[in-house]
């Protein structure tokens, strides 16, 4: 590689830090539309931050409604790549003890704070390799645009909004994932299914339970009500679920316990210790009645057995031709006297499809008394691991670190999930788990060096 990039990454990485912190400051999580920012102010705040930061380091910039903003290193050359990535990000959660959320720390050779990992920190690597690139005086043949979103996480409506009126770049990467290369993003299924099932006073109840921020992130935090109940019931199943699962408890009187367990990626279920789902499993240490609210819990329990991550409980359980398989993690519990209502996540692989898929989860649940929605299926997405592109990706990638390129699927979704010649290309270093959506997000400031100098080596190759 360019010794030159290298110097200027390591000689930059104050002024990076710097701009990662006051960037994930703003607490860009989606709210409402309000006047000009489609997603709420905080949003938009951060999108035009991002923006002013381009603008100060010489890089032009259109902005798209306040939807996105695009920042050209070039404006004079053929557009040919784009980077993409975002400025908003899941709701803070609870559980953090590192930092506040949004005030992002150094501590232990890392930055501490949501966003730093996604994307906020990644993101403004890809900036400053534009920047290297050109204060380091290295020609290109070919243009290069940066494109921050600001939907990323709750829609993806910002790149619609996007693409309506700009064409696809030849190549694009996102720097929105891990290292070396995702070439295969598993499609996406989503369900939701409720019943009414009112409390009918019948001994040990579950009145009320709310657990999950976000529907691609396992829950890590669930709040239960009960009703007749007292500390030293609840304190007794409490200390008999501990010994199935690794949960954490507070019960606060004779009704209310907090579940504490550990948030993961909904692509990701079996790195998080669902709450919810142990929530539920609470019932079974507790003189609960056999009525049709908690043959419900039951039911639903069935579907998603605790440890149990491949949808076998919905009966869809399957693998496809590349050996990518079937995920599902239910996220979001809502419960409360009257009804109950439950939303799952599931990375479909590519022999996913309605009758084999979304029908069967719909019988299922349907046929245990829950009433079911989906929005449907989203595709998978696949670029040929031995393109031209990819392989340039690749070669810088091992130039840079010295490890083994290789593209690999997933089963998250990224920004480039509809573009033609799309891929998700780092930041994050093999081996890392930086909590993306947890409490405790953070990212190595090595690996933000390392970041800096792989994408500027492939913009170089690529483009120049």
Known sequence: MDE????????????????????????????????????????????????????????????????????????????????????????????????????????????????????????????YAMRAIRECGIPLKK??????????ETGSIDITKYYAKEKEAECTFSPDAEFPLINIEKGQFRGKFEADAPIDGSGVELVSLDAGVALNAVPNRARIVFSRTDKAMLTDACEKLVKRIPIDYEISDDT???????????????????????????????????????????????FFPYGVYDGSGLGIAMTDKEGLSLSATLDLFNVDEKHMSFQFDSRSPLNADDDNCLAVAKKTTEDAGFTFLSPGIVPPHYVPGDSDFVKKLLGAYEDVTGLEGKAVGIGGGTYVHDLKNGVAFGAVLPGIDTRMHGADEFMPIDNLITAVEVYAEAITRICG
């Open 256 to 302: 209310h316990v907090l579940i504490i367990g550990e948030s993961a990626h909904a692509s990701t279920p079996e790195t998080g210790v669902n709450a919810g789902l142990a929530s539920l499993m609470l019932l079974d240490h507790l003189p609960v009645a056999d009525n049709k609210r908690n043959r419900l819990f039951k039911k639903v329990l069935d």
């Open 4 to 127: 030159r990039i290298k110097k200027y990454a390591e000689e930059h990485i104050d002024e990076l830090k710097k701009d990662i912190a006051d960037l994930c400051a703003i607490p860009s999580v989606l709210a409402d539309a309000d006047g000009d920012a489609p997603f709420g102010q905080e949003c938009k705040r951060a999108l035009l931050a991002a923006g002013d930061l381009c603008e100060k380091y010489g890089f032009p910039t259109t902005n798209y409604d306040n939807y996105v903003i695009a920042a050209d290193l070039d404006p004079s050359l053929p557009r040919y790549l784009d980077m993409l990535g975002h400025t908003d990000v899941v709701p803070a959660g609870e559980g953090w003890t590192v930092t506040e959320p949004f005030r992002v720390i150094e501590k232990d050779g890392s930055l501490w704070g949501r966003g730093t990992s996604d994307d906020k920190g990644p993101l403004l690597t890809a900036l």
């Open 143 to 152: 243009g290069v645009r940066l494109i921050m979103g600001s939907d990323e």
